[in-house]
């Protein structure tokens, strides 16, 4: 017969670690810096239109930071939809700001162009999907199941 060895105690949950409370604490200075920042453009912008305009041109550059971010990180839970909303936000709001625009005659052509870049955004989101499931797919055919 062999001795087999104690089964290791399991450890005291401490409850939040402080990795836990100053990822907290980033992400509520983000979430006050991004609010501010749409607070300033609403305040200090003017017209509807150009509120639009500026708010859909921060939102893409939000979008265009999360999608980066996700890129480095491949955070599915957080990241990603982050820079989802803020495309949506972004997209919205040029629409917004193309249909309360006075007319000028070049409604009809920047509707077509945001429309263009739009669809451009959706089709690489939707390669950069497929080639995710393809990896994925991969991975899971390389794991040695016992």
């Known amino acids: 017969m062999q001795n087999e060895p104690p089964a290791p105690v399991p450890a005291p949950n401490p409850g939040l670690k402080l990795s836990s409370v100053v990822l907290v604490a980033i992400a509520a200075i983000g979430g006050v810096l991004l609010g501010s920042i749409y607070a300033f453009i609403l305040l200090t912008a003017g017209a509807l239109t150009s509120q639009l305009w500026w708010m859909g041109l921060w ?3 939000f979008a265009l ?4 971010l996700f890129a480095m990180t491949s955070d599915r839970r957080i990241v990603r939809p982050l820079a989802g909303a803020f495309f949506l936000i972004s ?11 006075p007319e000028d005659g070049l409604r009809f052509v920047w509707f077509v162009i945001l429309s263009i870049l739009v669809v451009a955004a959706l089709g690489g989101i939707f390669v950069m999907a497929r080639q995710g499931e393809a990896d ?4 899971a055919q390389r794991r040695v199941i016992p």
């Not at 997209?91 to 625009?101: H, P, Q, R």
Request: hydrophobic share 50%; no cysteine; charged share 15%.
């Open 136 to 139: 994925r797919v991969r991975r």
């Open 65 to 68: 930071g999360f999608l980066l």
């Open 59 to 61: 939102s893409a550059i």
């Open 91 to 101: 997209a919205g709001s040029f629409y917004g700001s193309i249909l309360t625009a």
